[in-house]
């Protein structure tokens, strides 16, 4: 069983960059591949970054491409969002994934394991 826990949440200001952290327990990390996912109330949530085990290719959804960039650190355990150009509608509750598989997917149920989110919350 893999435990994920998502920090570094928080209010800024549009324009401000945050980082999000996501350290896992419980599973051998390498072996996984991670996602990280938003929601908003009453909508569905949904793909926004997404890193492969072995390699770490990346993926990102198109409307956060060219300001958010996910990297992992196998050796802690720890999956980052770094977050730049921060816009209003990037609020939301930011949701780390895991996934057995060896392939990025945008899909939430293609997912094993979740953390308990983070909330970000950017102002005009």
């Known amino acids: 069983q893999v435990q994920l826990v998502e920090s570094g949440g928080g209010l800024v200001q549009a324009g401000d960059s945050l980082r999000l952290s996501c350290a896992a327990s419980?599973?051998?990390?390498?072996?996984?591949?991670m996602g990280w996912f938003r929601q908003v109330p009453g909508k569905e949530r949904e793909f926004v970054a997404g890193i492969r085990r072995s390699g770490g290719t990346t993926y990102y959804a198109d409307s956060v491409k060219g300001r958010f960039t996910i990297s992992r650190d196998d050796a802690k355990s720890t999956v980052y969002l770094q977050m730049i150009s921060l816009k209003p509608e990037d609020t939301a509750v930011y949701y780390c994934?895991?996934?057995?598989?060896?392939?990025?997917?945008?899909?939430?149920?293609?997912?094993?394991?979740w953390g308990q989110g983070t909330q970000v919350t950017v102002s005009s």
């Open positions: 994934a895991a996934r057995r598989a060896a392939f990025v997917s945008w899909r939430t149920g293609d997912y094993d394991y």
């Open positions: 419980g599973g051998t990390f390498s072996t996984y591949t």
